[in-house]
Nanobody, 115 residues
Framework: QVRLVESGGGLVQPGGSLRLSCVAS????????TGWYRQAPGKQRESVAG???????NYADSVKGRFTISRDIAKKTVYLQMNSLKPEDTAVYYC?????????WGQGTQVTVSS
C-alpha cells in the first residue's frame, strides 16, 4: 500500500513563506508524475504545480513566480516552496503521485495565510 505523507503546512502572515514536503512510499519516484493540488472551502480542488515525465514543470497562473515545485528522487520526496503568500492561497494542499495505472493522494495539509 503506497502512502504519501505531507508536512509543512501552518499559519503564516501575508508575504511569508512555507515549504511543503511529501514523502512517498513508492519504489521509484522518477516513474511517476508528481504534483501539488489545493482545495479552498467551497471550491473545487485545483492543480497548483506539477512535474511530468521528462521533468517538465508546470504551474497554475495564480502561483507562477511565487511557488516552486521540486523533488528529490533519492529521498522519494516532493517539495513545494511557497513564497509571497497571499490570503487567497489559503487551502488544504494535497500531494499527488500517479502513473498510467495508479493515482495516489496524500491526506492534505492546511495552509492558512492571515494577519
Amino acid at each position: 500500500q503506497v502512502r504519501l505523507v505531507e508536512s509543512g503546512g501552518g499559519l503564516v502572515q501575508p508575504g511569508g513563506s512555507l515549504r511543503l514536503s511529501c514523502v512517498a512510499s513508492v519504489s521509484n519516484l522518477s516513474v511517476y508524475v508528481t504534483g501539488w493540488y489545493r482545495q479552498a472551502p467551497g471550491k473545487q480542488r485545483e492543480s497548483v504545480a506539477g512535474i511530468t515525465f521528462g521533468n517538465n514543470i508546470n504551474y497554475a497562473d495564480s502561483v507562477k513566480g511565487r511557488f516552486t515545485i521540486s523533488r528529490d528522487i533519492a529521498k522519494k520526496t516532493v517539495y513545494l516552496q511557497m513564497n509571497s503568500l497571499k490570503p487567497e492561497d489559503t487551502a488544504v494542499y494535497y500531494c499527488n503521485v500517479r502513473n498510467s495505472r495508479n493515482n495516489y493522494w496524500g491526506q492534505g495539509t492546511q495552509v492558512t495565510v492571515s494577519s
